[in-house]
């Protein structure tokens, strides 16, 4: 459903970068399902999946054009895709071709594609590389040579020798400013001059020019540029049958002269500005002085006396509400998309497993998903750090897996997902697992464990995150130098978050990492309780109700025909017990089915609802049960972590059981 | 009780202001204040092993680098005492957990507080070690 979505979106004009991403996306999507479908013993469903990933293919290297009629007819295909994998939930049999009623459209689409002498266009031999370094170019990186050659853009290798501390964050930095200037297409590993420390890597890049100064290098770092492949050298009868760029309606640029070089392909009207940071957060801190007075001027009209006709209340509650969009305004523009972590992963998965030799499946999850640009910032090199470690000590060669019975590809999933205030990234490899005998003698012989005592799983996963801590005897220029784990783990609880290790030998390890978004707008059940406010998020509460008779924690309330245990909300927070409650808030799970878990959630009184702009704590403030704090006009209001109060408010019912 | 901290541990001095409060307050911080934008724990020394500092009306707090706000009943002035005079604390104070040592200085007992540790204990209170 998500890759008919995807595909809706293409049928509105986009920057051919966009449509890009959003084909691989696509081609990544039903290759999973192709190999997902094979697995579980449905081949026609695996080949129906296989003829749709190879348009994609064929789309994102540029050999077939974005049109709305192709459109169309992949999502048709996606449909079929998606009601035939309704049926075989129902448990009905397989179709002989999941895709026969679109057979004729791709049978066009495929045909189309095909080049126009039976062979494929391939201009990488253009490159001014060494054989051996142009055969570890992948297809698709062969591809989109050959189509930036063809529609005029040169084509150059930046050589730079990084730093080991540093490298992952400049070659972002290097990587970018490609971007930026043209297409980034590849990132190679190259051997380190013998004069020099650090990696080197070569990265071809097509733009119209490039000179150093581009490329904002550090003092030290040693840069080169050289011309790889002049696209006047392109056969002339090439340039003039030129493969369109997917999504471009525009014509191809002209081939570059000295007077005029052409200009990379342009995004849409969108007017982008770039600002530095500190501007918007001084735009914020200026905001917050803004609401600061608003309270005051709201404290001053309280205070008094006569105050009238409620006109100036009024006044201030526009001002309220014009605050908190603008709040959600600036809030919008420091998000960032899970994406744009994952873009930079990719890259160095591929550069890796080349240089290690172990290829791997890498899979994305929940790219969608946004946290803060500054986070992102500061999160980037400790999950790069993990992925490293997970390539190189986690993934067997594929020999050791093949003699194991594995696929010699090995597999890595990232995922993203939400779950209450934190933003939770699973790192899951299919691996060796992480030697628990090895690191437990490490331990003993660091003295960080005593022997002849029983250590749990847990405790000597976590051993690993201890500072010094490392099982590899040889270092290696990936990972394993004995720092690393340690400095993600403070780097992880700086930012408020958590790491948890867990894996299971010859089956692979799965490291999560959480961390709170600082900062999110919630929109919340206002709540009054030991004569505090708080917050419930909406997402959560089921119902709100009144009663007349006053109730107590652990009465059972009829919600709608359901009888549901009662808890005050005093009880779960470790507040003096109420003597009655008359109102009460169903709180569950969001989305979740009516079975699933609730609890009538006892309150001293309900204020209302709305929307908060939502901080949360910073670690050695954290409270069971709270997810963060709002700022409002008659204190600090506490914004309830769901899930934790139904914890909770179990245990609290649990224990009044115990005592009964 | 006095104190002594050091300049470079501290981010900034600021007017006391009202704390919030946390519900089920954790032990060792008392509330939160709005510092910059962003909620900046609240110390209670009267939780911290051997102080005898009670709960009172602060005039200032200090605002560590590691983001924890000190809650100040005034603030005596700066000095730069000689080598000579730091002490370490006796063997067995249970202020030894938040304190580096103290210093003698004109007949008076100022002490040290080292702000690694004092974050280090924070973290076993609300651990419950």
Redesign the interface.
């Known amino acids: 459903m998500q890759a008919r979505e995807t595909l809706a979106t293409m049928k509105e004009p986009q920057p051919a970068h966009v449509v890009q991403a959003s084909v691989n996306g696509l081609f990544r999507t039903t290759h999973t399902l192709k190999g997902m479908a094979g697995m579980l013993g449905f081949p026609n469903f695996s080949r129906a999946a296989h003829r749709l990933e190879d348009i994609f293919d064929l789309m994102r290297k540029g050999r077939l054009r974005s049109t709305d009629s192709l459109v169309e007819t992949l999502e048709a295909g996606m449909m079929a895709l998606e009601s035939g994998l309704a049926n075989l939930r129902m448990g009905r049999q397989e179709p002989d071709d999941y895709l026969h009623a679109l057979r004729r459209p791709l049978g066009e689409l495929e045909a189309l594609a095909r080049p126009a002498e039976g062979g494929t266009q391939d201009l990488t031999s253009l490159l001014d590389l060494p054989a051996e370094m142009l055969k570890t170019l992948s297809e698709y990186e062969r591809t989109r040579v050959t189509v930036l050659l063809i529609s005029g853009m040169p084509v150059h290798g930046v050589t730079v020798c990084l730093d080991y501390a540093t490298f992952d964050e400049r070659l972002r930095v290097y990587s970018e400013t490609l971007g930026r200037l043209g297409e980034l297409i590849s990132t190679l590993p190259m051997d380190t001059p013998a004069d020099r420390d650090g990696l080197a890597f070569l990265l071809v890049a097509a733009c119209p020019a490039l000179e150093a100064k581009d490329l904002s290098a550090l003092e030290g770092e040693l840069v080169g540029i050289a011309l790889l492949a002049d696209p006047t050298r392109v056969p002339a009868a090439l340039r003039n049958e030129v493969p369109p760029e997917p999504a471009t309606e525009e014509p191809p640029p002209e081939a570059p002269s000295a007077a005029a070089p052409p200009n990379p392909p342009q995004a849409q009207d969108v007017e982008i500005l770039r600002l530095p940071a500190q501007r918007v957060e001084a735009l914020e801190v200026r905001l917050m002085e803004v609401g600061q007075l608003r309270d005051a001027a709201s404290l001053l009209l309280r205070q008094a006396p006569g105050n009238g006709d409620g006109r100036p209340a009024a006044l201030l509650g526009q001002i309220e509400s014009g605050l908190l969009e603008v709040q959600k305004a600036l809030l919008q523009m420091r998000m960032v998309k899970v994406e744009s972590l994952f873009s930079r992963i990719e890259p160095m998965v591929r550069s890796l497993s080349r240089d290690m030799g172990k290829p791997v499946k890498l899979t994305f999850l929940g790219g969608d998903l946004e946290l803060e640009r500054n986070l992102l910032g500061r999160f980037s090199e400790p999950f790069l750090h993990l992925v490293r470690n997970a390539l190189d000590h986690g993934l067997e060669p594929p020999s050791e897996r093949a003699a194991q019975g594995k696929s010699e590809s090995g597999s890595l999933r990232i995922s993203a997902a939400q779950r209450g205030r934190n933003l939770r990234f699973d790192i899951r490899d299919d691996g060796r697992g992480f030697d628990l005998e090895r690191i437990e003698a490490r331990g003993i012989q660091l003295g960080l464990l005593k022997a002849g005592q029983v250590h749990s799983p847990e405790r000597l996963h976590r051993l690993t995150l201890e500072p010094g801590f490392s099982t590899q005897e040889r270092i290696t220029q990936i990972s394993g130098r004995g720092v690393g784990m340690d400095v993600v783990r403070t780097e992880v609880e700086a930012l408020g978050g958590e790491i948890h290790l867990s894996s299971e030998a010859r089956r692979g390890s799965l490291i999560r990492l959480s961390v709170p978004l600082s900062r999110a707008v919630v929109s919340c059940l206002k709540v009054r309780c030991a004569r505090q406010t708080f917050g419930i998020p909406l997402v959560n509460v089921g119902r709100v109700q009144a009663v007349k008779k006053a109730l107590h924690g652990g009465d059972q309330v009829d919600v709608l025909g359901i009888s549901l245990p009662l808890e005050s909300l005093q009880a779960c927070l470790g507040l003096p017990e109420p003597s009655g409650q008359r109102a009460f808030v169903v709180l569950g799970q969001p989305g979740a089915a009516a079975r699933s878990v609730q609890v009538a959630l006892g309150v001293d009184e309900i204020l209302g609802r709305g929307e908060v702009l939502l901080r949360s704590l910073p670690e050695l403030a954290h409270a069971a049960g709270i997810m963060g704090g709002s700022a409002q006009e008659d204190g600090i209001l506490w914004v309830l972590d769901p899930e934790a109060i139904l914890g909770l408010a179990m245990d609290s019912l649990m224990r009044r059981v115990a005592r009964v | 009780m006095d104190l002594l901290l050091s300049t470079q541990d501290l981010r900034e001095v600021v007017a006391a202001m009202p704390v919030?409060p946390?519900?089920?307050?954790?032990r060792?911080?008392q509330?939160?204040v709005?510092y910059?934008?962003?909620?900046?724990?609240i110390l209670a020394w009267e939780d911290l092993p051997g102080c005898t500092i009670a709960p009172g009306r602060p005039v200032a707090v200090a605002v560590l680098r590691r983001?924890?706000g000190l809650p100040l009943d005034r603030m005596i002035g700066t000095l730069s005492p000689p080598p000579g005079a730091w002490q370490e604390l006796e063997p067995g104070d249970p202020r030894e957990r938040w304190l580096s040592g103290t210093c003698r200085l004109g007949g008076q007992t100022l002490l040290q507080v080292d702000p690694d540790r004092l974050?280090a204990l924070?973290?076993r209170l609300?651990e419950g070690r």
Do not use: D, S
């Open positions: 919030a946390l519900p089920g307050r954790p060792g911080i509330g939160v709005l910059q934008g962003e909620f900046l724990p983001r924890l974050i924070l973290h609300r």
